[in-house]
């Protein structure tokens, strides 16, 4: 087992100007699931190379445990990897393919038979040992292909994109055994997806890339309530957050008809950078309705925010509602759960505020969080 260190690690592709990854840094601890996410083209699967040694490093180092593995080859780098494709022999069984790296090893029959007969237990692959690929699900595959690193006894594993082949009923299932598979070995795990879900679901750690530049990395948790930047803040969260830009007033922010408070050093940081509105973050789920009675009025009319319903996705327990507002003459799209029993009608109105103390509060100039 080791730990895993990005220092400062760069990658210019010959021939680009820009960094594909840009002086990344990042300490990842013995044993841990780090997760690293982000849209296409954001440097991940990079940076996923960059530590097999799959892609150079032009500058900065990446270090497994105490060594500096920034310009070994990745037969020295003791890491093993779960590719998209599986990359499975087709000629070979299941426990061929899954014993082949040792072989080439020189490591003697019957060790190999012991270490993929344990390895096919944990993965439930037993009774498969004697098929070839071609005879197994996409599931089944990616689980030899799981074997086949197990077997290796790495210090690190090394994921891109694993799950992308598979339909989303197997896609759940399949991350749950890796995310279960990788605690019970306690192997340090670095692993490459685009879907947010996924990310937020299986990580200890959640690093979120774009541009080749590090957002954020925090757990799963922090980085839905407290995202670092608009960026995040968009990204992070399914449906994301909604994002809305909004005038500073007096004791808060004009939103609607309804002045909805927020942190007061967060106006005054905004009001440092000269900034006359903030933008406002809030999750659909933290959304109030409100409607009916004198309570509910301002000398504007209806207090709030009012949302014309265009779509509404019913799940069950609950239901969200797509719609849109006129938020200081612009068309805002803006998504609000409310209750699967008490659905509202597409084409009605919602009159809605942010729930007090759930909002997000953005700077408009430069997308850094300022609240606390």
Do not use: W
Not at 87 to 110: E, S
Not at 163 to 192: E, F, H, M, P, W
Not at 336 to 355: C, Y
């Amino acid at each position: 087992m080791a730990t895993v260190t990005y220092d400062s690690a760069s990658r210019i592709y010959p021939g680009g100007t820009k960094a594909a990854v840009d002086k990344l840094n990042i300490d990842i601890a013995d044993g841990e699931f780090l997760v690293l996410v982000g849209p296409s083209g954001c440097g991940k699967s990079t940076s996923l190379r960059m530590l097999a040694g799959l892609e150079d490093v032009d500058g900065g180092a990446i270090r497994i445990g105490d060594r500096d593995v920034t310009h070994l080859p990745p037969k020295d780098r003791d890491i093993a990897m779960v590719f998209q494709n599986y990359a499975l022999y087709p000629h070979m069984t299941v426990a061929d393919n899954m014993g082949f790296a040792l072989k080439i090893a020189g490591v003697n029959k019957a060790d190999i038979r012991k270490k993929v007969e344990d390895a096919a237990k944990i993965l439930d692959l037993t009774e498969y040992l004697d098929r070839k690929p071609k005879a197994l699900s996409g599931g089944q595959r990616q689980r030899v292909a799981m074997g086949r690193a197990i077997v290796r006894e790495p210090q690190v594993f090394l994921m891109d994109e694993p799950l992308s082949n598979l339909d989303a009923k197997l896609r759940v299932q399949t991350r749950t055994q890796i995310a279960s598979l990788q605690r019970r070995l306690g192997i340090t795990t670095v692993y490459v997806t685009h879907d947010q879900v996924e990310a937020m679901t299986m990580g200890d750690r959640v690093a979120v890339l774009k541009d080749g530049l590090l957002q954020q990395v925090d757990s799963p948790r922090n980085m839905y309530d407290k995202p670092k930047n608009l960026f995040v803040a968009g990204f992070i969260g399914s449906p994301a957050m909604n994002l809305v830009e909004v005038p500073i007033t007096d004791g808060g922010v004009k939103f609607g008809n309804s002045v909805v408070q927020v942190e007061r050093e967060a106006l005054t940081a905004a009001g440092n950078k000269g900034d006359k509105t903030v933008t406002v973050g809030c999750r659909p789920e933290h959304f109030d309705i409100v409607g009916g009675g004198d309570k509910s009025l301002s000398k504007d009319g209806p207090a709030g925010l009012a949302v014309t319903v265009n779509v509404v996705e019913e799940l069950g327990a609950d239901a969200y509602v797509f719609g849109s507002a006129d938020l200081g003459g612009s068309h805002e799209d803006l998504v609000i759960r409310v209750n699967g029993r008490d659905v509202p009608e597409k084409g009605s109105v919602l009159h809605v505020v942010p729930r007090a103390g759930e909002t997000h509060v953005f700077s408009t100039s430069t997308g850094e969080r300022l609240s606390d």
